[in-house]
């Protein structure tokens, strides 16, 4: 039999007990978002104690809250990047944190309802990139040009990138990311890591005319890949007579794609010029200018050949009186382009960089094949 006292002390316990449990589920969730508006931050160790403070009093116990405690940390994390350019090496204690998240997760989707989505997922993304050792550079947004930092190539970041959010199930966030694509398209055309993703957004994105409009530029870029056929068209030389690149087969073609009226065009030929100089005892290699000045123009074309010294190669034009077949079929979109065509017909490259070292490179790598 119990005693009274031990009856009592076990009462005792059991009211604390459920006064504690009435206590805790009274207890109002932790005010993240109040308490990351109420700070300012001017560096990383600021974000960084913000994020430790919260997550420390939200524990264990509550998972949407330390979902949105993390969200917090990337957004002011990569304002913060962007801010400094990345110049500052207090970064990294807060890329080293952030972890894989899902923009699927309904906390997510919350949070993003109050920022910009495509900035969001940018400073995701970088700081996991810089988290896996990526310098700011290379782990920065390379698919969308802005004036805040220099276009670069798109990079396997970009692509690590792509590939995740069109594994998602977010139609906001695909939205945004369509309609990022139509830059490296233009800029770079489709390349493998593109072209890799075209499956995903068959797949998993929703109908619409943004979905439509870019499965028309992978259609439109796919046809100039690196390793396809060399598209043909009529061209003109300078008499006149009616020329095309297959003529040329057996040779590497290296194609400066210019205009009388482009002034980077006419900046940037002296090197290329100097380029072909260096493989001038070379025979199996052919440098060509492609004017796409049109007719009324072909004067003037002729004048600037001369005025230039550029008579001792071979020079093109397409011809026409309005937008020509060799600009529809290489989507000559900007000038100068310089395209790589192999002795076989096959493109190299038909986004080359300008004339300088790596052009350089690339034609001795392929040179001998």
């Not at 110049?87 to 998240?101: F, G, H, P, S």
């Not at 010294?309 to 060799?326: A, H, K, Q, R, V």
């Amino acid at each position: 039999m119990y005693s009274t006292a031990r009856i009592g002390i076990i009462t005792f316990a059991a009211t604390l007990t459920m006064l504690f449990t009435i206590a805790c589920a009274q207890t109002p969730p932790v005010p993240v978002d109040e308490l990351w508006s109420n700070a300012t931050y001017t560096n990383a160790n600021e974000i960084r104690a913000t994020y430790d403070d919260i997550q420390l009093q939200i524990g264990k116990r509550d998972k949407e809250a330390a979902i949105k405690n993390k969200c917090h940390l990337i957004w002011w994390g990569g304002e913060y990047a962007l801010k400094s350019k990345g110049k500052n090496e207090d970064l990294y204690q807060l890329a080293e944190i952030v972890d894989t998240l899902s923009f699927d997760n309904a906390t997510v989707q919350d949070f993003v309802q109050t920022k910009e989505i495509t900035r969001f997922a940018d400073h995701y993304f970088m700081l996991r990139a810089m988290g896996r050792g990526e310098s700011f550079d290379a782990a920065r947004d390379g698919l969308t040009i802005t004036v805040f930092f220099p276009a670069r190539p798109i990079n396997s970041n970009d692509y690590t990138k792509l590939r995740e959010v069109f594994s998602y199930k977010n139609n906001e966030l695909h939205s945004a990311f369509l309609e990022k694509l139509k830059f490296p398209f233009r800029n770079s055309g489709c390349t493998k890591g593109l072209y890799d993703i075209l499956p995903l957004i068959e797949s998993n994105v929703c109908e619409s005319p943004l979905k439509n409009d870019i499965l028309e530029l992978y259609q439109k870029y796919i046809p100039i890949m690196d390793g396809a056929k060399a598209p043909q068209a009529q061209l003109q030389d300078t008499k006149g007579n009616i020329r095309t690149l297959e003529e040329f087969k057996g040779k590497m073609l290296i194609i400066d794609v210019w205009a009388t009226w482009c002034s980077s065009c006419l900046a940037k030929m002296p090197e290329y010029m100097k380029i072909r100089d260096e493989f001038a005892g070379n025979g199996s290699i052919e440098f060509i200018t492609l004017s796409i000045d049109r007719n009324k123009k072909r004067n003037l074309w002729i004048e600037t050949l001369k005025k230039q010294s550029m008579g001792e190669m071979t020079n093109l034009i397409t011809g026409s009186d309005g937008f020509s077949e060799f600009e529809d079929k290489y989507n000559i979109a900007g000038i100068p382009r310089y395209i790589i065509i192999d002795k076989e017909g096959y493109i190299i490259t038909a986004y080359a960089p300008s004339p300088g070292d790596r052009l350089r490179e690339i034609i001795i790598e392929n040179i001998n094949k």
